[in-house]
């Protein structure tokens, strides 16, 4: 997955670890919780979400499920 994914651009935080915002995604998308009931193992929740918000204007989730095909 790491081709696929965004680089680190400078201006965010860590970005190092995408496994874990993605199991975040997901978990969020399974379970419909809130963002702010996040089990803090996928990293703080904002963090996440503020993933989750830009990976598709950069066509990060694009890429992804076409690698998948």
């Given at each position: 997955?790491?081709?696929?994914?965004?680089?680190?651009?400078g201006r965010?935080?860590?970005?190092?670890?995408?496994?874990?915002v993605?199991?975040g995604?997901?978990?969020?998308?399974r379970?419909?919780?809130?963002?702010?009931?996040?089990?803090?193992?996928?990293?703080?929740?904002?963090t996440?979400?503020?993933?989750?918000?830009?990976w598709?204007g950069?066509?990060?989730w694009?890429?992804l499920?076409?690698?998948?095909?």
């Open positions: 997955m790491r081709p696929f994914l965004p680089v680190r651009n965010c935080g860590r970005w190092r670890d995408h496994r874990q993605i199991d995604i997901l978990h969020r998308v379970t419909e919780a809130q963002w702010q009931d996040l089990p803090k193992r996928f990293r703080p929740w904002k996440v979400h503020e993933h989750h918000r830009l598709p950069d066509g990060a694009e890429r499920l076409q690698a998948k095909e």
